[in-house]
Nanobody
Framework: QVQLVESGGGLVQAGGSLRLSCAASGRAFSTYAMGWFRQAPGKEREFIAAVSWSGISTYYADSVKGRFTISRDNAKNTVYLQMNSLKPEDTAVYYC???????????????????WGQGTLVTVSS
């Protein structure tokens, strides 16, 4: 099983950008689909984006499509979330997750994914 550590969160003004990273340790990172989720105060954790083990296929929630980009570097055991045109409603704790499922299923399987990071806080000011 992989262990995941997120970084890159912080405070940014609306319209700005941030890049989150999720470093994985453990074996066989390249066999896992990877995803990003977020949880705002008082709300449920929601799916944001997922990438297949190869990095070829990506999937996004409608709320971030066109603004966020997920990518991975299997040589560095790292997955990224580039966030552009940030809005105050993007404020949340962002989590990465790993599972040996299909990337397009990570959203519906969020309660059963293999591994989660501890989260990184993103705050977008208006």
């Amino acid at each position: 099983q992989v262990q995941l550590v997120e970084s890159g969160g912080g405070l940014v003004q609306a319209g700005g950008s941030l890049r989150l990273s999720c470093a994985a340790s453990g074996r066989a990172f390249s066999t896992y689909a990877m995803g990003w989720f977020r949880q705002a105060p008082g709300k449920e954790r929601e799916f944001i984006a997922a990438v297949s083990w190869s990095g070829i296929s990506t999937y996004y929630a409608d709320s971030v499509k066109g603004r966020f980009t997920i990518s991975r570097d299997n040589a560095k055991n790292t997955v990224y979330l580039q966030m552009n045109s940030l809005k105050p409603e993007d404020t949340a704790v962002y989590y990465c997750a790993a599972d040996r499922t299909y990337a397009q299923d990570m959203g519906v399987m969020k309660d059963a994914l293999d591994a989660w990071g501890q989260g990184t806080l993103v705050t977008v000011s208006s």
